[in-house]
């Protein structure tokens, strides 16, 4: 298993600067998407369609940008994280249908509660499910495991028989923007990684080509601060 390591410090004045960024961009990107939105309202137009999900794939991008802006997690609270796991699971039920894949769920857990930031927690999941619904174009299985470890501590693990990384491009999976996809932005990882960090938890990688990729979580029951 790989942990992902960035270097910590480049990271950080990078992520201000790219969470204050996507900041300035948000306003103006709401009013241009509002406009548009009224342009539509006239009849279909397939050019505005396209404007619209462009500036859904900018909205993305900026609130992916401004999680790295934020140096810890702000709203710990007492999270069923068993329920999370459920609820965004379920989020990808008509999709993973759609594309042959099969979703199954060990969720092992006796006490599901943990301190975290739901919002947050659910969002790494929603990345890491979607990595690997995409490595997976022909279809497949995705197993989520959630289990209590000796130490306290809770892992969670997303595996999928995919297409997998090879060793050299694992390495890379910390520099931000680096992505094999031709509409992939590169910054799934890295804000997965962000926030777990600021979780104080740890995410690791196992993958191997052909065979397939499961990510590890790791995360303490309470945060100690
Ligand atoms: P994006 O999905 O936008 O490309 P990510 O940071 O989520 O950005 O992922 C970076 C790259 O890591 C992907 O382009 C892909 O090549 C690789 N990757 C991530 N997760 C998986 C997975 N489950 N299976 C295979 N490759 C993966
Ligand atoms: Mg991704």
Known sequence: AE??????????????????????IRNPLTAVKGFTQLLKTEESNEYLDIMMEEMERIEQIVSDLLVLGKPQAANIEMVNIKRI?????????????LHN???VQELDLSDPYIEGEADKLKQVLINLIKNAMESMPKGGEIIIRA?????????????????????????????????????GT?????????????????????????????ISITLHKKIAS
């Open 85 to 97: 796991l459920q609820r965004t699971i379920s989020l990808f039920h008509a999709e993973a249908m």
């Open 186 to 214: 590169g910054l799934g990882l890295m804000i997965c990684n962000r926030i777990i960090k600021n979780h104080k938890g740890k995410m690791e990688i196992d993958s191997e080509v052909n065979k397939g990729t499961t």
């Open 3 to 24: 942990e992902i390591i960035y270097q910590k410090e480049k990271l950080s004045v990078i992520g201000q600067l790219a969470a204050g960024i996507a900041h300035e």
């Open 101 to 103: 894949i099969e979703i």
């Open 147 to 183: 289990k209590q470890l000796p130490s306290e501590e809770i892992l969670i693990q997303v595996m999928d028989n995919g297409v997998g990384i090879p060793p050299e491009r694992i390495e890379k999976l910390g520099e931000p923007f680096f992505s094999n996809k031709e509409k």
